[in-house]
């Protein structure tokens, strides 16, 4: 399990490496009005994307939540908040997960 850095106020917390590529996030704790979203970067951090999961929707919470995702492993993620009132609780906890479980093309 990777466990994000998330920011108490608006921020970014520290990226850091996802070594495997399926996995959930769980975000969880007290959002006071903020919402949390999660970025990745391909080139060591110069570079932050933003993260869908493996439907297209954006990888941003502002209440308890969970999703799936697929990335290469060794890019880095991290969470960001945006909209809180200094007051944002909140953990982001990363584990490896299956692969999707509906069938897709590549």
Not at 42 to 66: H, K, R, Y
Not at 72 to 97: F, K, L
Request: hydrophobic fraction near 35%; proline fraction near 3%.
């Amino acid at each position: 399990m990777l466990t994000l850095e998330v920011p108490a106020a608006d921020g970014n917390g520290a990226g850091q490496v996802l070594r495997f590529s399926w996995g959930t996030i769980d975000c969880y704790g007290t959002f006071d009005s903020g919402t949390v979203t999660l970025y990745q970067s391909p080139d060591e951090g110069t570079t932050w994307i933003a993260m869908v999961d493996e439907f297209g929707s954006a990888l941003a919470f502002s209440s308890n939540g969970s999703a799936n995702f697929h990335r290469a492993p060794g890019v880095q993620i991290r969470a960001t908040v945006s909209g809180s009132s200094e007051s944002t609780d909140v953990t982001c906890e990363v584990r490896r997960g299956w692969a999707a479980t509906r069938d897709r093309e590549f």
